[in-house]
């Protein structure tokens, strides 16, 4: 096959962007949360998983990041581990998404696949994003969804 019949196709396109900016971002992971609102959400969702119960993240707030990321540490729950790597995993997974996301917004605008290409790796790659997002805080999970809600 053609390799432009093959970036025609916005499945490839996005499929190709979500792992790549998955993977770059498994390899910068931080081997622990290091901030106080990452551990804050971990002893949260450890809290909930254990409890049975569903509550939001100091003084009970932030319900939507702690549904996100109870979804990614539900496997990581079930086969006995501690929330650390899932709100770690969370923020690359969000950040993946949000590369896609980025991606579609940019060609609904622009119509140019190229335009999208290079608007996705680029806000995948910056310091802003990138960073927070290997040590598990809550940035790319927002971008996601302001992007989505942009859409």
């Known amino acids: 096959m053609q390799l432009s019949i093959i970036l025609r196709k916005h499945s490839t396109i996005a499929s190709v962007l979500f792992l790549l900016v998955l993977l770059v971002g498994l390899r910068f992971i931080n081997e622990g949360l290091f901030h106080y609102d990452s551990v804050n959400l971990a002893q949260t969702l450890e809290h909930n998983a254990q409890s049975g119960e569903f509550r939001g993240i100091s003084a ?7 549904l996100v990321a109870t979804i990614v540490y539900y496997p990581f729950f079930l086969m006995g ?3 650390d790597f899932a709100v770690r995993f969370t923020g ?4 993946a998404c949000s590369a896609v996301a980025i991606y579609f ?4 605008l622009s119509r140019s696949r190229l335009a999208g290409i290079t608007a996705a790796l680029l806000m995948s790659v910056m310091p802003l994003f990138i ?3 290997t040590y598990g805080n809550e940035h790319s999970t927002a971008m996601f969804f302001f992007v989505l809600a942009c859409y």
């Open 131 to 133: 960073i927070p997002s």
């Open 60 to 66: 009970g707030g932030r319900y939507g990041m702690v």
């Open 105 to 108: 917004l940019t060609f609904e």
């Open 81 to 83: 581990q501690n929330a």
């Open 92 to 95: 690359i997974l969000m950040l």
